[in-house]
């Protein structure tokens, strides 16, 4: 199991093993009440301790450790073994701290639902597992580079994992390997058509057991797969992987190297940047567009005729169009879909000047992080017809958009914002959008963030 999956069901382990013991006690509580007198005011010191002592129990037995997480039957020993040391606690404490018989009520009453709801959770933890990934967009469709002993292990791997894996096929540098093994598919293409089918069949990831030093040609399938917003892994021996430069997850016992880290593309750290983008997203709406929008608004439609709001496509993670909100600053006028604003542009309207030179146009835009197709910080996106122009002129172009776009960014807090004259202009943006991508951490989006409020107010010569 590779680290995101692992990270997954810790994850759905926890938060359903919290729910299950506290459904269990409140309604052993209801229950035993209705029998019983019960002492009202140990409710809540109760229940904090219920809570203590699952986690402590957990902690002892190592439940969710990422070492148990690797087999069923690891969390199912250790569900047994935390469930008995919790009984010893909440045992001892009912006892010193009850002194009537309903103590022994609520004790075997909770547990009886207790064991009841865990059993049940265990029994549907496939399922809970599935779901989730389903939900967080981690079925990735899958396509394995070399039909070899290797890669037909790891095609077994996907296959036994559909839920967060969709298994495509193999490539292969010709069509002479077509045998077909048990659970597995057979060649659907050759070294040179890898890409074409990736990209006609919306396939996520490669995976390739052939290394570049193996093969001379695969480092032109590395460049033309990043070009379509394709990843390319590669299966190697743990002995061969030396430098840090390198990302190295294991799928079971197979040791996998992505081409260049990826942080984000932990399952952990997108986990962590979502939760951080929601709440300083729910912020700037509750407490500064509620008010800013209508005054906002309001000096627009005086200002000249038109809607208050400008909504665009462009280009968003995995190359995926969106439409992206600002507030309008220029005249309505047919150009806006190809044309980048210029500096003493004629389509800028007064109000839309200040908007643009202070960004309080971009603020719209917390509504794209709150939908989920932005991040705070991240590659600014492009218009569509730029994505185009640009991928064919600049190199690793479209490498930026293996990440969601940002409000603010690293290269435009490094002096790369606004309209980009000529392709060395864009390639210094992309260099700076690829360091990112490599170098993430939510301290760095932080910094980012008081970069950003310091240019606001220092005022930027290309914010036009």
Not at 52 to 65: A, G, N, Q
Not at 420 to 442: A, F, G, P, Q, V
Request: aromatic fraction near 14%; include cysteine.
């Amino acid at each position: 199991m590779n680290n995101n999956n692992t990270y997954l069901l810790k994850i759905s382990l926890l938060c359903s093993d919290f729910a299950v013991i506290n459904a269990a006690y409140f309604i052993a509580y209801l229950v035993t009440s209705f029998f019983c007198t019960l002492n009202q005011a140990f409710l809540i010191p109760t229940i904090l301790f219920f809570n203590v002592s699952w986690l402590t129990s957990s902690f002892i037995t190592y439940l969710y450790h990422y070492k148990t997480m690797r087999t069923l039957e690891n969390i199912l020993r250790c569900t047994i073994q935390t469930c008995l040391i919790h009984v010893i606690f909440i045992t001892a404490f009912i006892v010193f701290f009850y002194s009537n018989h309903g103590r022994y009520k609520i004790l075997f009453t909770n547990y009886l639902f207790t064991i009841f709801f865990v059993a049940i959770s265990r029994i549907y933890l496939t399922y809970i597992t599935e779901f989730i990934a389903k939900r967080s967009n981690l079925n990735r469709r899958i396509a394995i580079f070399g039909h070899n002993e290797v890669g037909i292990q790891l095609a077994n791997y996907f296959i036994d994992n559909t839920s967060l894996y969709s298994f495509q096929g193999f490539l292969d540098v010709n069509h002479t390997s077509t045998t077909r093994s048990e659970g597995t598919q057979g060649v659907l293409g050759t070294l040179n058509e890898c890409v074409e089918y990736a990209v006609d069949n919306n396939i996520n990831e490669i995976y390739s057991t052939i290394l570049p030093e193996q093969n001379t040609e695969i480092e032109a399938l590395i460049e033309s797969a990043e070009k379509n917003c394709v990843r390319v892994k590669f299966i190697t021996p743990s002995s061969t992987f030396t430098s840090n430069f390198y990302q190295l997850e294991y799928f079971d016992n197979i040791p996998i190297m992505s081409h260049r880290p990826e942080p984000l593309h932990n399952l952990k750290n997108r986990l962590k940047k979502r939760i951080f983008d929601v709440i300083f997203s729910l912020l700037a709406i509750i407490f500064v567009l509620w008010w800013l929008i209508p005054i906002i608004g309001i000096l627009i439609k005086i200002n000249s005729k038109g809607p208050v709001f400008f909504k665009q496509l462009r280009s968003g993670r995995d190359n995926e169009p969106f439409w992206c909100f600002k507030f309008r600053s220029m005249t309505v006028n047919k150009l806006s879909n190809e044309l980048q604003a210029t500096k003493n542009d004629a389509r800028i309207t007064s109000i839309g000047r200040v908007l643009r030179k202070t960004s309080l146009d971009e603020f719209p835009q917390f509504f794209n992080v709150l939908i989920g197709n932005m991040s705070i910080v991240g590659p600014r996106p492009h218009m569509l017809k730029h994505t185009t122009e640009y991928s064919k002129l600049v190199d690793k172009f479209m490498l930026r958009q293996f990440m969601k776009p940002g409000i603010t960014g690293w290269a435009q807090v490094s002096g790369f914002r606004g309209e980009t004259t000529d392709t060395i202009m864009m390639e210094k943006r992309i260099e700076h959008d690829i360091w990112y991508m490599e170098n993430w951490s939510l301290m760095l989006d932080i910094k980012i963030i008081f970069m950003t409020i310091i240019n606001i107010f220092k005022g930027e010569p290309a914010a036009y």
